[in-house]
């Protein structure tokens, strides 16, 4: 779960590259979800990164004990910091009274990083999930262990929700200056939906209304200290993001583009797409172009809607990049990195979509206040890339972790069969460059994913009437179907990439002749199967003959029928060219999930 290759911490150090996660978070308040919870989703992408499912459990510790502190990008030993008393039970980014935080990095002035400290963000999470019970409670942790502690990271978007609220704490180091970080945090209005993707967001907050935000005393006071505000002008138009982490061409690009894909699904307000179009697309990247940090939802969106817009890359938007040589002859939005490349003189960038193949974990949190926190608390966990994920429940109590997602089973150098992160990576990677058959592997996660929303009102019906007379019985019931779950998910997955393996290999789509198909009389590789040629669409066709000319042509005049009886012969097998028709693909799903 840990991991930045040391080269890039040895580059870090001497300023040259900086080893950090590159998330999206999408945000959907109480008022705006389908079932009145609170929702969130986060990917953690980075390239270094082996998807597990952390997990603290809840402790009680002596007077003088202490916590120690690893940098979560580096691996490095940071200190240690006292214990508390009673530390909370905390699954992947959830704890057991239903409090969750995600982050997203969006670096901001270079000056303010590398704070002096013990805390990087990632251990500010988890300390603060260890130590907290609602969002605005882990609003004031943040607030008190940076203070004692330290930054020791750059800037950082945070989504911190509870089963009522969701906030977005925006916080950046003070480097060299000071110890600690300023930052401001902002709830979330009822009914709206939100978003940060590697750039800051909270542009000018509201000073004097502390039902809506909460902020660093000096956040204004440290920027004119430092040269970045200018006292003379009214602190009502302070911009926290325009200061800290100003506005940029990839900010927009590639950064807020994806919060943008989002919102535009959602909102209230259709012209919202077009409105922001010309600003991610980087043509108007001015402060007064940016998109509002949160806008009125136009549909209420449930935890399996969140899911399909993890899925997204742009498709039929305008950055969408299925249509240009890049894609693939299977018009693939899948593209190697780097994210930006040169010819010339010029630097060119690939579209960051929210689906992205780096991603190492991701979920949806799923927050509800009408059950007790142990079982309203539900974690949606995936691993790799949000595009391809089943995303298995898991609830905030729960006292253990699947052993397909644990730690020490398998990592970013040793490949196990029993591993949710091998298998998922194992099937997002065959289908990356046969994006023909993405579309139907995106709809049987989904429809995976309805099932377990369904099996789970009646598990959350058992659990919540156990609960009444034994709460750990109810924990551990969850825990143990949870878990069960989870580990044939993993299973199911290494099904399907055989079935897709079966189907796809070598270029061809095979599928069955049906009952009456001839098997060799059980010998010499037994049945026959239909074997038809996946081929390429016209348009790729018009692209080779553009780069080739005549190279691969027929001579008009060569023998019709002869050219064929011999074509005939080196299509041995092959029964003819696949349709592409999805209905053939994916099989019956009873075939696919067992
Ligand atoms: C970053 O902050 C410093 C002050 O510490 C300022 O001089 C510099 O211009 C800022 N950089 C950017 C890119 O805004
Ligand atoms: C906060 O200040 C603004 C502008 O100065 C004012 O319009 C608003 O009423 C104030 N709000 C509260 C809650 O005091
Ligand atoms: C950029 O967007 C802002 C805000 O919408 C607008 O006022 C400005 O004219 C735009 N600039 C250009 C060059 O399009």
Request: glycine residues 10%; proline residues 4%.
């Amino acid at each position: 779960m840990r991991g930045c290759p040391s080269s890039s911490v040895a580059l870090g150090l001497l300023g040259l590259a900086r080893c950090v996660q590159s998330c999206t978070n999408l945000i959907v308040s109480k008022g705006a979800s389908a079932d009145g919870s609170t929702l969130f989703s986060y990917t953690a992408d980075s390239g270094s990164l082996y998807g597990t499912l952390g997990h603290l459990p809840a402790g009680q510790h002596k007077p003088g004990e202490k916590r120690q502190i690893w940098d979560w990008d580096t691996g490095k030993y940071l200190g240690e910091i006292d214990e508390v008393p009673y530390t909370y039970n905390v699954i992947g980014n959830l704890n057991e009274h239903g409090l969750a935080i995600g982050e997203t990095t969006f670096g901001g002035n270079e000056t303010l990083a590398g704070g002096e400290g013990i805390l990087d963000y990632g251990s500010l999470i988890w300390v603060t999930l260890q130590r907290s019970r609602t969002a605005r409670e882990a609003i004031l942790m943040f607030d008190k262990l940076v203070s004692e502690y330290g930054y020791v990271s750059d800037g950082e978007s945070f989504t911190i929700a509870d089963q009522n609220e969701v906030w977005v704490l925006e916080m950046i180091g003070k480097g060299k200056f000071e110890k600690g970080a300023v930052w401001v945090a902002v709830r979330i209005p009822d009914g709206h939906v939100s978003g940060h993707a590697n750039q800051a967001r909270i542009q000018k907050f509201p000073l004097n209304d502390s039902s809506t935000c909460v902020y660093s005393d000096d956040v204004i006071s440290f920027a004119e200290k430092i040269g970045l505000w200018d006292s003379k002008l009214k602190r009502e138009d302070f911009s926290f993001a325009d200061t800290y982490d100003p506005i940029t061409f990839t900010g927009a690009r590639l950064s807020d583009a994806r919060v943008w894909s989002f919102l535009s699904k959602v909102a209230a307000d259709r012209s919202f797409e077009k409105a922001y179009e010309n600003y991610v697309l980087g043509h108007n990247v001015s402060a007064a172009a940016r998109m509002p940090l949160s806008i009125e939802a136009g549909l209420k969106i449930s935890a399996l809607d969140l899911m399909s817009h993890m899925r997204n890359h742009y498709e039929g938007m305008a950055l969408d990049s299925r249509g240009d040589v890049g894609a693939g002859p299977s018009a693939s939005p899948f593209r190697v990195r780097p994210l930006e490349w040169h010819l010339g003189d010029d630097t060119y960038v690939h579209e960051r979509s929210v689906g992205t193949p780096q991603a190492g974990w991701n979920f949806i949190v799923q927050l509800r206040s009408w059950l007790p926190p142990a079982i309203g608390g539900l974690l949606w966990f995936g691993v790799d890339d949000a595009t391809f994920s089943v995303h298995a429940p898991l609830h905030g109590g729960a006292t253990r972790v699947p052993h397909s997602y644990a730690d020490g089973n398998g990592d970013a150098l040793t490949f196990s069969r029993d591993s949710a992160f091998w298998a998922f990576n194992t099937v997002a990677n065959f289908l990356y460059p046969r994006w023909f058959a993405a579309e139907g592997v995106m709809q049987q996660a989904h429809q995976a994913e309805e099932r377990f929303a369904r099996a789970l009102e009646m598990e959350e019906l058992i659990a919540a009437a156990k609960y009444r007379k034994d709460p750990a019985a109810a924990v551990e019931y969850l825990t143990a179907t949870d878990n069960a779950r989870a580990d044939k998910i993993v299973q199911d997955e290494w099904n399907l990439f055989g079935q897709l393996m079966v189907t796809f290999r070598d270029g061809f789509h095979i599928s069955s002749l049906g009952p009456q198909a001839p098997d060799h009389g059980g010998s010499q590789g037994g049945i026959v199967p239909k074997v038809e040629e996946v081929g390429y669409s016209s348009r790729w066709y018009e692209r080779i003959v553009k780069d080739t000319g005549d190279h691969y042509k027929m001579p008009k005049s060569s023998s019709k029928d002869l050219e064929q009886v011999k074509l005939g012969t080196l299509k041995k097998g092959i029964s003819g060219v696949w349709d592409g028709n999805s209905a053939t693909w994916p099989g019956p799903l009873s075939e696919l999930v067992v």
